[in-house]
């Protein structure tokens, strides 16, 4: 098991601690998810501006294994990632990844960082298959799933639609552990 909070020091010269998510984490993951940029949010499953949202994400039913870490840079959360699966039925040896990073911290190594952390994780949770779900127009996002040797699945064409409500094809890429 991996011991938090563990330090990076980022390409940019910044340092920060990643650990766990926490109970007292509410106000400024409220904070970090409402200074993203509206692009940036177009493509999250639920509106992480709203805090019964990002309570509910807190607290997830018993019938999920859930690891959220986020990364802070002094007191400000500026990057947060998790890995969710069942805990039983058809899919609890599958797991999902998400990551999401401010804009500042971009192109620092925090991102892979961050994944290699989650990544661990499900690999320590005996997880057969992690996965990323995506929308096809995420270039630069897709190449960063494939430098970690994760390999496309499948596309949805048209299944997922943007906050905006335009449709979307939806990318499924994994990693077999």
Not at 8 to 18: D, E
Not at 37 to 45: F, G, N, S, V
Not at 56 to 70: D, I, Y
Request: aromatic residues 6%; glycine residues 6%.
């Amino acid at each position: 098991m991996v011991r938090y909070p563990r330090s990076l020091k980022c390409r940019n010269g910044k340092v920060v601690a990643v650990r766990p998510l926490r109970s007292d984490d509410l106000f400024p993951l409220l904070e970090f998810f409402g200074s993203l940029p509206e692009e940036d949010r177009l493509h999250l499953r639920v509106d992480v501006t709203q805090r019964d949202i990002v309570e509910r994400r807190m607290n997830p039913p018993a019938r999920w294994n859930v690891l959220r870490l986020v990364a802070l840079a002094g007191e400000r959360i500026v990057a947060e990632g998790s890995i969710e699966h069942r805990t039983f039925g058809l899919g609890s040896h599958v797991g999902e990844v998400r990551v999401i990073v401010a804009p500042d911290f971009r192109r620092t190594g925090l991102a892979e960082f961050l994944c290699r952390q989650i990544l661990a994780h499900g690999i320590a949770e005996d997880l057969e298959k992690i996965e990323v779900h995506l929308m096809s127009d995420q270039p630069a996002v897709i190449h960063f799933f494939e430098e970690l040797d994760f390999k496309e699945d499948g596309t949805l064409k048209g299944f997922v639609k943007d906050t905006k409500g335009k449709n979307h094809d939806l990318l499924i890429m994994s990693l077999r552990t």
